[in-house]
């Protein structure tokens, strides 16, 4: 009794929570057997009749037993399966803005149906958010027969669909896609021009499976719509050249060079700081290759932005490496995601990184990028309504759950107990050692007929163990970001007996691994030799392989090397011992993995040398498993860090975007914009006018000249008569603005005449809104500049985020001020005798695309003969 009212007294909350669940399963259970009489119309008919209960009000929550009830009887009949007891509690997790952690083959995707449907039925649409095309595709086909039966409409939105099919997938009670593309799509429909192309309705309800991937693994990385603006190619290939030649030769090329006399590398942060010899170094061969002037100098204003291409060249050739951080395919850069091992698709670094390597690998250099639109995953998924994800592996960053996305995370017990066997880590002094050793595993599980995983954290590393087993004729598949296209098929059947899969960190995930393989692959790959046997016989040959992979002890997983996470390192382990299948894992490390070489000391390696280990023994010692965890313990807190920074600094731009994108959205659904322009007009008028008369009795008639002057350039206001400025009294600037706003009203209204009422308001809104877009992609290029210097504020003691916040306030008031001017000065010089409206439009838009905005006021363009 004492021991057990102990436990009750220090029941964790994973506990508590799980047994309020409980209390929700048993009434589901308990309804079980009266829905599974129900006919197939009446289980049907029961979604219109929860509909009709939330729209009198009622909660999700009064009517979630007898929805998850309907789902699960829906499920047995239509996709042949049965909720577990522990789908159900994970469901009503999800639907409880939770995350829930289930492991690897715990059955996620049936899961997910529960919360979807339920949500579903309010009519507001549910986003059902995946890593990649393969899964969105997998799991809508999957479980869309499961919605169609329960009269709930599932669409799925795809890369490079078009508005017309995008609007229709938005339109569906349920919609499957990638997070990019739920993202980009936020992003186009706030760039729009014309309301009827907007696609996304309300963000009502998200569910993201792998959740840790998406909101953690991505997090640091904003999603990033570009423009293209001019790049000086030759300068890139020229200054690759001589920092290469003169500088990186000189020296042993090796990657692990952290200091020389030029330059020192921090290996932690990504980045390269030029010594004061590096400094004088690259100057003296500048001026030797007519780069520099022979009295100028680096710290010339007008020579400044050669310090951004030198630290980049500098970076591409010691910090990004070929094979690790990007492939060369097709004659293109494609960067390597870090964490999930993949080709990130259509994504380039900034900056002029990405042209720095380009130049490295001697290939065609693009043109540089510029942001029209930005936004982190952190804040794109905080703008839901409702949240909640899965994860096989998600209790590591609970704090940062919690921290960043108020969302509680909670471990679903398994359906059957684990029976995986894992290994303690080997740890070798060398590289070579280690690698030996591997292969040696693999060797020894191929003679035994086990299949094995081995799971490595860059492309460059599986392919050194796959050439190593190309040299031995080991059969095996390789699974890295050049073959992503395959991953699914090759990942599903690493089961197989014998096998042999060489995978990066991640790949293939969401996608289980089948012991024995899948049975259509067995199928399709035995044809000829079972050609004459019925399809119960194939399938009973293919169980028997599976339980021979048993018996052999299941799926063996192999990992290269500890991940900087130890999340990641627990995804590679889950892979094997799914649903209380046998399995086995361990870890190979080396005193030469990044890991250790960062964060182990080299006092340390210098005792265990001493110690006399030989190269070939591994260390079994406390201190470096020690060392070893607290390495990633230390690296994912400084990761969490970066994305709590990123954060806190994308809210501040957070909150400028939802003010900016409110505005453009209230004028793209205006109906009347003339009455927005002329009131805009009076503020630029007041403001232009009390900043020419502060003071009233001084130089009343010379500011007065001045206006005329200003009004005449800028806003195509001219004044014909003398005296249209009465004599200065107590309200002479309001009686100024007024006779100001007077001239341009009739001048403006004159323009009307010639256009229909409609086709004159898409003129002014188009104008309007190009104007605004122009400016904000100026305003996000500022920011950027300011965020990568505010730091320096930190030496005069002050708070660089507070003097972030400031200083980006008023550059957005700022913006906000040129933006009004601008668009008043724009439709005072359009004049309808001159050109049509077409026109106009066509040269506006040469304008904005070109580089002449950067260098010119729009004034100033206007007088350009080519305009008329």
Same mark, same amino acid.
């Given at each position: 009794?004492?021991?057990?009212?102990?436990?009750?007294?220090?029941?964790?909350?994973?506990?508590?929570?799980?047994?309020?669940?409980?209390?929700?399963?048993?009434?589901?259970?308990?309804?079980?057997?009266?829905?599974?009489?129900?006919?197939?119309?009446?289980?049907?008919?029961?979604?219109?009749?929860?509909?009709?209960?939330?729209?009198?009000?009622?909660?999700?929550?009064?009517?979630?037993?007898?929805?998850?009830?309907?789902?699960?009887? +829906?499920?047995?009949?239509?996709?042949?399966?049965? !909720?577990?007891?522990?789908?159900?509690?994970?469901?009503?997790?999800?639907?409880?803005?939770?995350?829930?952690?289930?492991?690897?083959?715990?059955?996620?995707?049936?899961?997910?149906?529960?919360?979807?449907?339920?949500?579903?039925?309010?009519?507001?649409?549910?986003?059902?958010?995946?890593?990649?095309?393969?899964?969105?595709?997998?799991?809508?086909?999957?479980?869309?027969?499961?919605?169609?039966?329960?009269?709930?409409?599932?669409?799925?939105?795809?890369?490079?669909?078009?508005?017309?099919?995008? #609007?229709?997938?938005?339109?569906?009670?349920?919609?499957?896609?990638?997070?990019?593309?739920?993202?980009?799509?936020?992003?186009?429909?706030?760039?729009?021009?014309?309301?009827?192309?907007?696609?996304?309705?309300?963000?009502?309800? +998200?569910?993201?499976?792998?959740?840790?991937?998406?909101?953690?693994?991505?997090?640091?990385? &904003?999603? %990033?719509?570009?423009?293209?603006?001019?790049?000086?190619?030759?300068?890139? @290939?020229?200054?690759?050249?001589?920092?290469?030649?003169?500088?990186?030769?000189?020296?042993?090329?090796?990657?692990?060079?952290?200091?020389?006399?030029?330059?020192?590398?921090?290996?932690?942060?990504?980045?390269?700081?030029?010594?004061?010899?590096?400094?004088?170094?690259?100057?003296?061969?500048?001026?030797?290759?007519?780069?520099?002037?022979?009295?100028?100098?680096?710290?010339? =204003?007008?020579?400044?932005?050669?310090?951004?291409?030198?630290?980049?060249?500098?970076?591409?050739?010691?910090?990004?490496?070929?094979?690790?951080?990007?492939?060369?395919?097709?004659?293109?850069?494609?960067?390597?995601?870090? !964490?999930?091992?993949?080709?990130?698709?259509?994504?380039?670094?900034?900056? $002029?990184?990405?042209?720095?390597?380009?130049?490295?690998?001697?290939?065609?250099?693009?043109?540089?990028?510029?942001?029209?639109?930005?936004?982190?995953?952190?804040?794109?998924?905080?703008?839901?309504?409702?949240?909640?994800?899965?994860?096989?592996?998600?209790?590591?960053?609970?704090?940062?759950?919690?921290?960043?996305?108020?969302?509680?995370?909670?471990?679903?017990?398994?359906?059957?107990?684990?029976?995986?066997?894992?290994?303690?880590?080997?740890?070798?002094?060398?590289?070579?050692?280690?690698?030996?050793? *591997?292969?040696?595993?693999?060797?020894?599980?191929?003679?035994? #007929?086990?299949?094995?995983? %081995?799971?490595?954290?860059?492309?460059?590393?599986?392919?050194?163990? =796959?050439?190593?087993?190309?040299?031995?004729?080991?059969?095996?598949?390789?699974?890295?970001?050049?073959?992503?296209?395959?991953? +699914?098929?090759?990942?599903?059947?690493?089961?197989?007996?014998?096998?042999?899969?060489?995978?990066?960190?991640?790949?293939?995930?969401?996608?289980?691994?089948?012991?024995?393989?899948?049975?259509?692959?067995?199928?399709?790959?035995?044809?000829?030799?079972?050609?004459?046997?019925?399809?119960?016989? *194939?399938?009973?040959?293919?169980?028997?392989?599976?339980?021979?992979?048993?018996?052999?002890?299941?799926?063996?997983?192999?990992?290269?090397?500890?991940?900087?996470?130890?999340?990641?390192?627990?995804?590679?382990?889950?892979?094997?011992?799914?649903?209380?299948?046998?399995?086995?894992?361990?870890?190979?490390?080396?005193?030469?993995?990044?890991?250790?070489?960062?964060?182990?000391? @080299?006092?340390?390696?210098?005792?265990?040398?001493?110690? $006399?280990?030989?190269?070939?023994?591994?260390?079994?010692?406390?201190?470096?498993?020690?060392?070893?965890?607290?390495?990633?313990?230390?690296?994912?807190?400084?990761?969490?860090?970066?994305?709590?920074?990123?954060?806190?600094?994308?809210?501040?731009?957070?909150?400028?975007?939802?003010?900016?994108?409110?505005?453009?959205?209230?004028?793209?659904? /205006?109906?009347?914009?003339?009455?927005?322009?002329?009131?805009?007009?009076?503020?630029?008028?007041?403001?232009?006018?009390?900043?020419?008369?502060?003071?009233?009795?001084?130089?009343?008639?010379?500011?007065?000249?001045?206006?005329?002057?200003?009004?005449? #350039?800028?806003?195509?206001?001219?004044?014909?008569?003398?005296?249209?400025?009465?004599?200065?009294?107590?309200?002479?600037?309001?009686?100024?603005?007024?006779?100001?706003?007077?001239?341009?009203?009739?001048?403006?209204?004159?323009?009307?005449?010639?256009? /229909?009422?409609?086709?004159?308001?898409?003129?002014?809104?188009?104008?309007?809104?190009?104007?605004?877009?122009?400016?904000?992609?100026? !305003?996000?290029?500022?920011?950027?500049?300011?965020?990568?210097?505010?730091?320096?504020?930190?030496?005069?003691?002050?708070? &660089?985020?507070?003097?972030?916040?400031?200083?980006?306030?008023?550059?957005?008031?700022?913006?906000?001020?040129?933006?009004?001017?601008?668009?008043?000065?724009?439709?005072?010089?359009?004049?309808?005798?001159?050109?049509?409206?077409?026109?106009?439009?066509?040269?506006?838009?040469?304008?904005?695309?070109?580089?002449?905005?950067?260098?010119?006021?729009?004034?100033?363009?206007?007088?350009?003969?080519?305009?008329?």
């Amino acid at each position: 009794m004492l021991i057990k009212f102990f436990k009750n007294l220090f029941k964790n909350n994973n506990e508590k929570i799980l047994e309020e669940v409980n209390i929700i399963l048993n009434l589901i259970n308990d309804m079980e057997k009266k829905f599974s009489k129900f006919s197939d119309k009446k289980l049907r008919e029961n979604t219109n009749k929860y509909r009709n209960k939330i729209f009198n009000k009622n909660t999700l929550n009064s009517i979630l037993p007898e929805a998850y009830s309907t789902v699960r009887e +829906a499920s047995k009949r239509v996709l042949g399966m049965r !909720h577990f007891d522990v789908q159900i509690i994970g469901g009503i997790v999800l639907n409880n803005r939770c995350i829930a952690e289930m492991k690897t083959g715990e059955g996620k995707t049936l899961t997910s149906t529960l919360p979807i449907y339920l949500n579903s039925l309010s009519g507001n649409g549910v986003h059902v958010v995946t890593m990649n095309d393969y899964l969105a595709n997998r799991d809508y086909n999957q479980n869309k027969k499961l919605f169609e039966f329960l009269g709930v409409s599932s669409s799925l939105n795809l890369q490079g669909m078009s508005i017309k099919m995008k #609007k229709n997938a938005y339109s569906s009670d349920i919609t499957y896609g990638t997070n990019n593309e739920f993202c980009f799509d936020y992003l186009r429909d706030n760039m729009i021009f014309c309301n009827s192309n907007r696609v996304q309705k309300k963000l009502n309800y +998200a569910i993201i499976d792998e959740v840790d991937s998406i909101l953690i693994d991505e997090a640091r990385t &904003p999603l %990033v719509i570009s423009g293209f603006s001019y790049s000086n190619k030759n300068l890139y @290939n020229k200054i690759n050249n001589l920092v290469y030649n003169f500088i990186l030769k000189k020296e042993k090329y090796n990657k692990n060079d952290c200091k020389n006399d030029n330059f020192y590398i921090d290996k932690k942060r990504k980045q390269i700081y030029l010594t004061e010899n590096g400094f004088l170094n690259i100057e003296n061969i500048f001026v030797k290759n007519n780069v520099l002037n022979k009295n100028s100098s680096l710290y010339c =204003s007008e020579n400044i932005m050669f310090f951004q291409y030198i630290i980049n060249s500098l970076k591409a050739h010691k910090l990004f490496f070929k094979n690790i951080d990007y492939i060369v395919k097709d004659n293109k850069i494609l960067i390597v995601d870090e !964490h999930t091992g993949r080709i990130s698709n259509n994504r380039r670094w900034s900056d $002029g990184l990405h042209q720095a390597i380009e130049a490295k690998e001697k290939i065609k250099i693009n043109d540089e990028s510029y942001t029209l639109a930005s936004i982190t995953f952190q804040n794109y998924f905080r703008l839901y309504k409702k949240l909640s994800g899965m994860s096989g592996t998600a209790e590591t960053e609970s704090e940062e759950f919690k921290s960043i996305y108020n969302l509680n995370t909670v471990v679903i017990p398994t359906n059957k107990p684990i029976c995986r066997k894992d290994f303690n880590d080997l740890i070798y002094m060398t590289e070579k050692e280690k690698i030996k050793s *591997i292969i040696k595993d693999i060797k020894n599980c191929i003679k035994n #007929k086990q299949p094995v995983l %081995v799971g490595t954290s860059s492309i460059e590393k599986s392919e050194l163990i =796959s050439n190593k087993l190309n040299k031995l004729k080991i059969k095996h598949n390789i699974l890295n970001a050049k073959f992503h296209s395959k991953e +699914a098929e090759i990942i599903k059947n690493a089961g197989m007996l014998s096998s042999v899969t060489i995978a990066t960190n991640m790949a293939g995930r969401g996608t289980d691994i089948m012991l024995g393989g899948s049975f259509n692959y067995f199928l399709k790959k035995n044809k000829k030799k079972y050609k004459f046997f019925s399809k119960k016989k *194939i399938f009973s040959i293919w169980e028997n392989n599976k339980n021979v992979v048993l018996s052999l002890g299941g799926l063996h997983i192999i990992g290269a090397e500890r991940h900087e996470s130890r999340r990641i390192d627990n995804q590679l382990i889950g892979r094997s011992g799914r649903q209380g299948d046998v399995g086995s894992s361990r870890f190979y490390v080396s005193m030469e993995d990044s890991l250790i070489k960062i964060f182990v000391s @080299n006092k340390i390696i210098n005792i265990i040398k001493k110690l $006399g280990i030989k190269n070939n023994e591994p260390i079994n010692n406390i201190f470096i498993n020690k060392a070893i965890y607290n390495s990633q313990k230390k690296l994912e807190n400084y990761n969490y860090e970066i994305r709590a920074k990123l954060l806190e600094y994308d809210d501040i731009v957070n909150e400028q975007r939802l003010i900016f994108y409110y505005k453009r959205n209230k004028i793209l659904k /205006s109906k009347n914009i003339t009455k927005i322009i002329f009131k805009i007009s009076i503020e630029v008028f007041n403001s232009l006018v009390n900043f020419y008369f502060k003071e009233k009795n001084k130089n009343f008639c010379e500011n007065i000249k001045i206006l005329k002057r200003y009004l005449k #350039k800028v806003f195509n206001i001219l004044f014909l008569k003398k005296n249209i400025f009465i004599e200065k009294n107590m309200f002479y600037n309001n009686i100024i603005i007024k006779n100001i706003f007077k001239i341009f009203k009739k001048n403006y209204l004159k323009k009307k005449i010639n256009f /229909s009422e409609k086709e004159f308001n898409k003129f002014e809104k188009i104008i309007v809104l190009k104007v605004l877009d122009k400016f904000w992609r100026e !305003h996000l290029y500022d920011l950027e500049h300011l965020r990568s210097s505010i730091h320096l504020r930190g030496y005069a003691d002050k708070d &660089p985020k507070q003097e972030y916040k400031k200083e980006s306030f008023l550059m957005f008031m700022k913006m906000i001020s040129s933006i009004k001017n601008e668009i008043i000065s724009m439709m005072s010089f359009f004049s309808s005798k001159k050109y049509s409206f077409d026109f106009f439009i066509l040269k506006m838009n040469d304008f904005y695309n070109k580089k002449l905005f950067l260098e010119t006021s729009f004034q100033e363009f206007i007088k350009n003969k080519n305009f008329y």
